[in-house]
């Protein structure tokens, strides 16, 4: 393809991608396919010869838009968004145009210094503390990865080494070092709670330490509370654990429970800032977007007090997948960790610590340019628009369970409306039918293709959840749904 071709097509692409966003209430929102389905619409193997673009985006609509499942339609309230916007698709184009490895600042300083700049407005936007700004006291700073897990894995590499270096810093370099520090490997626990995302234990996993999971508290909300982390930390030291790392979220990803800060720091006070200390993470990933808001703005201050940081814009953010920002209190946990300098890497700015190598904030070595995306939405938003669409996505939230409350007859709240996520159940008078029902009714929203929902199941309680953040839900979207809703609940109880 040349310039001239790619002119024409790259026309046409975007006709046909403006109309699908114009059109995407016309869809099922879940792809209505058995698995399987493309290979008997493709030919056994690639073509010899190059096709023409026509034929090639003809297969758009044809094979791959039937298999596409539409997480920017309105009926798209399952899981958390992913969300999209013109401005991070325009940006996307960009960035794929000055498509490069990106590693080093050398390889594209704008790319480095671009990244520094825009996470450094996001952290002020949020209200993160001033900790986590690259300028801050205690030379902290962002860095977008492509998810939370690969965030949250990063962090615990970092957290580890620190924890077994600052715990081996007594013993001269040598055998006895190593094998204490060997040692010291084989007992490593990283916790998170029962409502924690599986990405941490994921990253346990990887890192090949052991995790542990604190109960949350029903009484208070699914968090995890102070004590019971204190009740789990005594259990696992009294093992002659060395509990390291652990993740605190703020929205967990079942019912938005946002931990009990205030009495996680309380419990870890005595030994923070002391080798031994324990890196706390807080995963914001979907919505810690609501921080932008002035009255959530309170939830960030305790963060002073932990290590980490994370929120995807990704989700909740209107910033294109992939674009996952996570923030340190000192990056220098994170180069000591992460910092490998083989020849082939070297140049002058590096060597000579005048610039930021993205490189040692990460795993992988290549990266993209994902600060663009994030820089248009931001400048094309502004911190006032992106603050409408967030509490657009909470009154949407609540609006449904105003309607929900309304009918206690069919419905229960189980977990109200918070930063957009609402969970319910189907009453009745038992656990059991509860649970039945709600699973009845919660196949049935999800067959009718008109809307996709997802589900969980809280300390044995089977629930609903219903997210609203989605930049294309409209009250009449809500309404539509709760009048569904009703409709099936009532067919199916006449039934039973
Ligand atoms: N943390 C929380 C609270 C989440 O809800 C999710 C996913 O929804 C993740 C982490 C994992 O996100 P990612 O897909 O970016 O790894």
């Known amino acids: 393809m040349d310039s001239e071709q790619f002119r024409e097509a790259a026309k ?14 016309d869809h099922r929102v879940v792809a209505d396919v058995e698995p399987g389905y493309l290979r008997p619409l493709l030919p056994a193997s690639a073509p010899l010869e190059g096709e023409s673009w026509d034929s090639i985006q003809a297969d758009i609509q044809s094979k791959i838009l039937p298999g596409i499942t539409h997480w920017q339609a309105p009926g798209f309230m399952a899981f958390f968004p992913c969300s999209s916007s013109y401005p991070a698709a325009i940006a996307e184009m960009y960035s794929n145009t000055f498509n ?23 952290a002020q936007a949020l209200g993160l503390p001033e900790c986590f700004l690259s300028g801050g006291p205690t030379h902290g700073g962002g860095v977008l990865h492509g998810s939370a897990s690969e965030a949250i894995l990063t962090v615990m590499v970092a957290a580890r080494d620190k924890y077994i270096n600052e715990a081996t810093a007594h013993l001269p370099e040598g055998e006895e070092k190593e094998e204490e520090t060997w040692r010291l490997r084989s007992k490593l626990v990283a916790l998170g709670s029962e409502g924690t995302h599986s990405s941490t234990k994921k990253a346990a996993q990887v890192l090949g330490v052991r995790f542990a999971t604190v109960p949350i508290s029903e009484k208070e909300g699914f968090t995890m509370t102070g004590k019971a982390l204190a009740t789990k930390l005594d259990e696992l030291k009294a093992k002659g654990l060395e509990p390291f790392y652990l993740t605190a979220t703020l929205g967990t990803t079942d019912v938005c429970a946002v931990d009990d800060f205030e009495g996680i720091s309380r419990t870890l006070a005595p030994r923070a800032g002391k080798p031994g200390e324990i890196w706390v993470h807080v995963d914001a990933a979907y919505a810690g977007a609501a921080l932008l808001l002035d009255e959530n703005k309170p939830l960030a201050k305790p963060i002073a007090n932990f290590h980490s940081f994370n929120l995807n814009p990704h989700k909740w953010m209107l910033t294109t997948f992939d674009c996952s920002a996570v923030w340190v209190r000192q990056r220098g946990h994170l180069i000591n960790a992460l910092s490998i300098k083989p020849h082939y890497l070297r140049n002058q700015y ?55 409350v309304t009918r206690p007859d069919l419905f229960t709240i189980f977990t109200k409306a918070h930063f957009g996520l609402v969970t319910f159940r189907v009453s009745g008078d038992s656990e059991d039918k509860i649970n039945s029902r709600s699973q009845k009714l919660y196949d049935a929203i999800n067959a009718s293709g008109q809307f996709y929902l997802t589900s969980t199941v809280v300390k044995e309680h089977f629930a609903i959840r219903v997210c609203t953040g989605v930049a294309t839900v409209r009250e009449e979207t809500i309404q539509k749904l709760f009048d569904l809703l009703v409709e099936t609940t009532e067919g199916q109880l006449k039934l039973e």
């Open 12 to 25: 046409a692409a975007i006709d046909d991608i403006a109309n699908y966003y114009d059109n995407i209430s």
């Open 100 to 122: 490069g490895a990106h590693f080093n600042w050398i390889c594209s300083p704008a790319v480095t210094e671009l990244e520094t700049i825009v996470m450094d407005w996001l």
């Open 350 to 404: 590096s060597d000579n610590e005048l610039v930021t190598d993205y490189r040692d904030w990460q795993i992988p070595l290549g990266r993209r340019f994902r600060s663009l995306k994030l820089w248009f939405v931001l400048r094309a938003y502004g911190i006032r628009g992106l603050q409408a669409h967030i509490q657009s996505g909470i009154t949407l939230g609540e609006s449904l369970e105003a309607k929900l």
